[in-house]
């Protein structure tokens, strides 16, 4: 399966601040890394954010879009995809490898990436130093962890 990573248009500019940063300054140095911290603040938030413009239309940059394969780098990308799709979805077979269930997955990943990119935005955490950041960042952690769903241990 052939899959691109987006985001919508509205995003691109968030994600463009954060690349651009001066190299002092800088925490993400590629496009799905700034993906992954966005949709683990969407993931943490509970929320997302489907992928279409303010009269509902579908808005996926997908110019800009990351190959599915580039988060292929990331050591804990497969992992994260289904520990949130399992969360999401309490269902195992959310799991599987066929077409519909990966891009059940990729779309609930961009989803949450979406909603924490606008947190992102609002936020205008690429302006923060990195101790605002880190701060930023603890403010973020729920003040008790979340509940497992009990399907996931069955």
């Known amino acids: 399966m052939i899959r691109r990573i987006c985001h919508t248009t509205s ?3 968030t994600i463009r601040e954060f690349l651009e940063l001066p190299v002092e300054r800088k925490v993400f140095y590629q496009k799905w890394e700034i993906m992954l911290f966005a949709a ?3 993931f943490e938030a509970c929320q997302k954010a489907e992928l279409v413009d303010s009269n509902g ?3 996926a940059d997908s110019g800009s879009a990351v190959d599915f394969s580039t988060f292929d780098a990331s050591g804990c990308w497969p992992g994260f995809l289904d520990a949130i799709s ?3 979805y309490s269902d195992p077979d959310c799991l599987k490898s066929d077409d519909s269930s990966i891009e ?3 779309k609930t990943f961009e989803e949450y990436a979406n909603f924490g990119l606008s ?3 609002e936020e205008t955490v690429y302006e923060m ?3 605002q950041l880190a701060d930023f960042i603890l403010k973020q952690l729920p003040d008790e962890p979340k509940k ?3 399907v996931i241990f069955e």
Request: net charge neutral; hydrophobic share 45%.
């Open 148 to 150: 497992i769903p009990d």
């Open 11 to 13: 995003k691109s500019n």
């Open 104 to 106: 059940m997955r990729v």
């Open 40 to 42: 683990a603040i969407g």
């Open 119 to 121: 947190v992102l935005s």
């Open 86 to 88: 399992l969360v999401e």
């Open 129 to 131: 130093n990195p101790v």
């Open 57 to 59: 239309v579908r808005d």
